[in-house]
């Protein structure tokens, strides 16, 4: 957390958190619109407390919600500013003086940046269990606030607390975590290698203020973090050490001075980086604490980071190159089990995409849609979801694109939802028709005035000279229309309609052992009724 000041003298604590092992139209098709023992033997019980958790896509879809698109913002490290120690404290200072923030403000607002930049990068589906190893003083607050934010967010934190602070403020933040049974652990209670038992350690012993060599018991537990990264050929999975503001032990302006002190692999600044980031070498460089006022900003002449959408945090640097063969999900999701789902495929849809929605995803009814011509050639395309009923999957487009005469040459296709947050898919195949002009007309005036038109100016797939073709038309055609009359609806545009010959529900699960349900219609006594087929995956 940023360094907060008590009678001019900063505490300090160690946070340690260890990685290891449906439209009014003709067919009433749904509007979207509107959905608007021993000790040692003590640990490895406590570790399964919360075993098997099952991982929420609802859930998961709001935490990387605020973290929109954040490994796409690549800050320059030398844009930045770095502070000295004296700079860092006289800003907190300030923020807890006359700008009036409070200690447990800022300690709040600290712990939740770092376990957002925790929960963008290692997943709990794979890094759960976190050991959070808390200092005396507000480093360790800091630690007590992201743990109880890790829980929520659905890890298996744990923490170890030796030097505690009999304070209100401190003794609250341990309150709150016993009442959600998070662990406490003893010095004793720790296991010797905590490569074997922790998947994150997050270091919060220091920050910026502390002075002199580390006194026990923390000079120990900083060895043993030094440790885990000598000894990191003998694990097959070493864990990720996460420090907060400065890793502990080192300078706050020149950093690891002795070259043997703990290499973090993520550092969670606080405010400003200080000057010993400049220092880290580590893959994953976050700064967190979205509370600078310009005030602030002004007076130090700060240049920081614009922070992504609603996210409390925001990395600094690239991010590092990854191994693209070892990019994987070890999916966590309940059971799609046949008697479970309903019948009728267009009702199981309905459920899923409701799903969707409620978990909060971006454009739920994005689908890939894939076509082929009479030349064999597939080509797919993301397009809009417009409605679906029991005739049909609709969607609109220019009657004289690329797909558009694909179909005209092949009139069926595949259509492909993807719901990642939920590990969830959806394949349907099926015949392709036009759908009434009447009802491509009542749709193109539903939508915003700028779109009508961009639809007009848009003579989709074709080759054009550079982009200015296109703003210097709308222009022309926006002024045309400027008096709020009628959009005609031109001819080459409207919608289309697949109607489904088959689905497939796909639900991810453990070691690629994923559930997918077919649906085919079949004809029993004159009737026609859909048969639910298992496939391997």
Same mark, same amino acid.
């Given at each position: 957390m940023l360094a907060l000041l008590r009678k001019g003298k900063r505490m300090s604590c160690l946070v340690t958190a260890t990685l290891l092992p449906s439209s009014p139209a003709a067919h009433s098709v749904h509007n979207f619109k509107n959905i608007n023992t021993s000790r040692h033997l003590l640990l490895p019980r406590l570790l399964g407390l919360r075993a098997n958790i099952g991982f929420s896509g609802k859930y998961w879809g709001s935490v990387r919600g605020m973290a929109t698109k954040m490994d796409s913002i690549q800050q320059n490290p030398d844009s930045i500013s770095y502070l000295n120690q004296?700079?860092?404290?006289?800003?907190?200072?300030?923020? @807890?003086?006359?700008? =009036?923030?409070? !200690?447990?403000?800022?300690?709040?607002?600290?712990?939740l940046s770092v376990a957002t930049a925790i929960a963008e990068v290692y997943r709990p589906s794979e890094y759960s269990r976190v050991l959070t190893i808390c200092g005396p003083g507000n480093n360790g607050g800091d630690?007590?606030?992201?743990? %109880?934010?890790?829980?929520?967010? =659905?890890? %298996?934190?744990?923490?170890? *607390?030796?030097? %505690?602070?009999?304070?209100?403020? *401190?003794?609250g933040l341990v309150t709150q975590l016993e009442s959600l049974s998070v662990p406490f652990l003893s010095l004793e209670d720790l296991p010797k290698d905590l490569s074997d038992n922790f998947d994150i350690? !997050?270091?919060? @012993?220091? =920050?910026?203020?502390?002075?002199g060599s580390p006194r026990p018991p923390f000079d120990e537990l900083i060895q043993r973090l030094v440790a885990l990264k000598i000894n990191n050929d003998t694990h097959q999975k070493s864990p990720a050490i996460v420090s907060?503001?400065?890793?502990?032990?080192?300078?706050?302006?020149?950093?690891?001075l002795s070259g043997e002190g703990i290499k973090p692999d993520m550092l969670v600044s606080l405010t400003a980086p200080k000057l010993c980031a400049k220092r880290f070498s580590g893959p994953h460089h976050f700064l967190g604490g979205r509370f600078v006022p310009p005030s602030i900003r002004n007076k130090f002449n700060l240049q920081l980071p614009a922070y992504p959408g609603t996210s409390m945090c925001v990395r600094i640097g690239k991010p590092p190159k990854i191994d693209i063969s070892s990019l994987r999900e070890n999916y966590i999701s309940p059971a799609l089990l046949e008697e479970e789902v309903t019948a009728d495929?267009?009702?199981?849809?309905?459920?899923?995409?409701?799903d969707a929605i409620a978990a909060g995803l971006k454009e739920p009814n994005a689908m890939a849609l894939s076509t082929t011509g009479k030349d064999g050639k597939p080509s797919s395309r993301i397009v809009l979801l417009k409605g679906f009923d029991k005739d049909g999957f609709v969607w609109y487009t220019n009657y004289e694109g690329g797909k558009a005469k694909q179909i005209a040459e092949n009139p069926h296709a595949a259509l492909l939802f993807y719901w990642d947050d939920l590990n969830r898919q959806v394949r349907i195949e099926g015949p392709v028709q036009k759908v009434p002009d009447e009802e491509s007309d009542q749709?193109?005036?539903?939508r915003p005035r700028g779109s009508q038109i961009g639809a007009i100016v848009s003579q989709q797939s074709t080759v054009i000279p550079g982009r200015q073709v296109l703003l210097d038309e709308y222009k022309q055609l926006e002024a045309k229309y400027s008096d709020g009359s009628v959009i005609p609806k031109p001819k080459h545009w409207g919608g289309y309609r697949l109607k489904p010959e088959m689905f497939e529900f796909w639900q991810g699960q453990k070691s690629r052992l994923h559930d997918r349900l077919r649906y085919i219609p079949e004809t029993v006594d004159g009737k026609t009724a859909w048969r639910i087929e298992r496939l391997a995956p």
């Open positions: 004296q700079e860092a404290a006289e800003i907190d200072e300030i923020l @807890m003086g006359p700008l =009036g923030f409070t !200690v447990d403000q800022l300690m709040e607002l600290a712990g630690g007590l606030v992201a743990a %109880r934010h890790l829980y929520h967010f =659905g890890y %298996r934190p744990f923490i170890c *607390y030796p030097k %505690r602070t009999a304070k209100p403020l *401190y003794s350690l !997050v270091d919060a @012993m220091f =920050g910026f203020s502390f002075h907060i503001d400065i890793p502990s032990g080192w300078h706050v302006e020149e950093g690891d495929p267009f009702d199981q849809f309905q459920k899923w995409f409701d749709y193109f005036h539903s």
